[in-house]
């Protein structure tokens, strides 16, 4: 089992959608936890980030962090053509500030 | 925010020679920077830590004579692909750690895409 599992997709959805994206992992010791989104031959760019459970909101994007069960999401309101990427899940803690990354999930919003 | 940049943005060059990449911090210093490799569809794979000063640590199964890493200054990481192989071709990303606060974020570049023939 790898440390964070995330389905790579594709997701697609129409304009206008909300959008959920999830990871999950095994590593308990994880405390901080983000959402970088990548598009296609780019770096990714870091979305959100939140540190230990709780939710976290900024503009269209809420990040939700469930430690008991250790699954985080992602979420995007009134999803927009331009919010086409790939999404991925990266999580550190433990004594390491290095991220663990997830393979991402590729998201198709179609007008 | 802060600005990481790669260079060059994309390479192809012959089987057997050498190619370097370079990874700047424009607006920050960077006592560490990463470098990260990705297959398609793939997640980033880290490939070493680098430490400005000191000597690269790599991640297991990465070759440290093949990917050869420097960090002379706070804010260029160069990493050379020495004797380059049809199956190193990848995107190459980099990335910067900003210590600040309590979180220190990682600010990626771009990404170098090489491709040996």
């Known amino acids: 089992q790898k440390e964070v599992e995330q389905d790579p997709g594709p997701l697609s959805v129409p304009e206008g959608a909300i959008v959920s994206l999830n990871c999950t992992y095994s590593?308990?010791?994880?405390?901080?936890f983000m959402w970088y989104r990548q598009y296609s031959r780019k770096g990714p760019e870091l979305l959100m980030y939140?540190?230990?459970?709780g939710n976290k909101e900024d503009g269209r994007f809420t990040a939700q962090v469930d430690k008991s069960s250790k699954y985080i999401s992602l979420f995007i309101r009134d999803s927009q053509p331009s919010d086409s990427a790939t999404y991925l899940c990266?999580?550190?803690?433990?004594?390491?500030?290095?991220?663990?990354f997830g393979r991402g999930t590729s998201l198709i919003v179609h007008p | 925010g802060a600005v990481v940049s790669q260079h060059p943005s994309w390479v192809i060059c012959k089987s057997g020679t050498s190619v370097k990449i370079e990874c700047r911090s424009l607006?920050?210093?960077?006592?560490?920077m990463f470098w990260y490799r990705q297959f398609p569809k793939q997640s980033l794979m880290l490939m070493a830590t680098?430490?400005?000063?000191?000597?690269?640590?790599?991640e297991q199964g990465v070759e440290k004579d093949k990917f050869l890493i420097n960090h002379a200054s706070l804010t260029l990481s160069t990493l050379t692909v020495t004797s380059a192989h049809p199956e190193d071709s990848s995107f190459y990303i980099c990335?910067?750690?900003?210590?600040?606060?309590?979180?220190?974020?990682?600010?990626f570049g771009p990404g170098t895409r090489l491709t040996v023939l």
């Open positions: 590593n308990s010791a994880f405390q901080y």
């Open positions: 990266a999580m550190s803690g433990g004594g390491s500030y290095i991220p663990t």
């Open positions: 990335s910067a750690r900003q210590t600040s606060g309590v979180y220190n974020e990682q600010f």
């Open positions: 939140t540190y230990s459970s």
């Open positions: 607006d920050f210093q960077a006592t560490t």
């Open positions: 680098s430490n400005e000063g000191s000597k690269a640590t790599y």
